[in-house]
């Protein structure tokens, strides 16, 4: 089991084929229709791979598995088996170019977030036009969608206007009708499970993807620390009014804490202090706790002989 923040985690290292990293997860090929994905702990912001946090790979693969089966009423998803606290077994699918963000609040700590540019004095922002007299953190008149482009590695996500998914040609009319219409359904659905468990659901992103036989899944994870500002809700109004952030169960704080030194992605990664990790650590076990209603028992590492075993009895090794 881990005992250090900084000590580098087990690489995963199965005789599978198409071998594919990513910045937070692993995968592989298993027959021609589906893959293995083993999430990390490694946290990713600012487009860049910042750390490792203790956890947060289990939180994420453990947390996304759940809510998939709160929202395949909604949309189906891609999961096939939960074989491992830190894996899944997906069926196989082509992502869409563009990625989602619903966002239910102005939020933001940079310059290039909806409160950034509003701030600055922007009034038309991602095709929408907003009124006067916002303020940092409340909820917006409606949920809105706020697409991006899918970046290539090493690349950055490129936010564009709704009209211009169909009109740069990245989706037909009819598809993207139809992954806004999910992807606001599936926020709704997000709303009100973080409104019992005493969480705001902020905004999220999503993924889609479709499968060989043109079938429209939900990808990635979904509502997850990663994927998702939550905040706790008790402390909302108070902390509001005194001008303060939201308290957060997700990697927002590790954003603000880069943001307060003056870092926003460029150049070498600053070191930040050990806290700054277990706090992150404590607010991913505290939101799947709260929204699952699970205590969370932490998995031993490395993974590998669980997950050949696994395999090899289902007949996929």
Not at 92 to 114: C, F, K, M, Q, W
Not at 147 to 164: N, S
Request: charged share 25%; proline share 6%; hydrophobic share 40%.
């Amino acid at each position: 089991m881990r005992t250090s923040l900084f000590e580098p985690f087990t690489e995963i290292d199965l005789d599978l084929p198409d071998r594919r990293d990513g910045k937070v997860r692993t995968s592989w090929a298993i027959g021609a229709d589906q893959r293995l994905i083993v999430t990390t702990d490694r946290l990713s912001a600012f487009d860049r791979v910042l750390a490792g946090v203790p956890y947060k790979g289990q939180v994420l693969n453990e947390l996304a598995a759940w809510w998939f089966e709160q929202t395949a009423d909604v949309m189906p998803n891609h999961v096939v088996s939960v074989p491992d606290p830190n894996a899944l077994v997906a069926r196989s699918a082509d992502p869409l170019s563009v990625e989602v963000v619903v966002r239910g609040h102005i939020t933001g700590v940079t310059d290039t977030s909806i409160w950034g540019m509003y701030a600055e004095g922007q009034r038309t922002i991602y095709g929408y036009d907003f009124p006067d007299g916002l303020r940092k953190n409340t909820p917006l008149p409606r949920h809105i969608v706020t697409p991006t482009t899918k970046a290539e590695r090493g690349g950055h996500d490129v936010p564009i206007t709704c009209a211009q998914v169909v009109d740069d040609g990245h989706l037909d009319a009819e598809l993207w009708d139809r992954v806004m219409a999910a992807a606001l359904e599936l926020f709704a659905r997000g709303v009100a499970v973080g409104e019992a468990a005493g969480l705001i659901l902020a905004d999220t992103k999503y993924e889609f993807g479709v499968t060989d036989d043109g079938e429209l899944l939900v990808i990635d994870e979904m509502h997850t620390p990663d994927s998702s500002r939550w905040w706790v809700a008790e402390s909302y109004d108070e902390r509001l009014a005194a001008g303060e952030e939201p308290e957060s169960l997700d990697k927002e704080v590790v954003r603000r804490a880069f943001a307060d030194i003056g870092y926003k992605g460029d150049g070498p990664v600053p070191t930040l202090p050990d806290d700054v990790w277990s706090a992150t650590t404590a607010r991913y076990i505290a939101a799947y706790e709260r929204l699952t209603g699970r205590s969370f028992e932490p998995g031993d590492y490395p993974v590998p002989d669980r997950l050949t075993a696994h395999l090899t009895k289902a007949g996929l090794l």
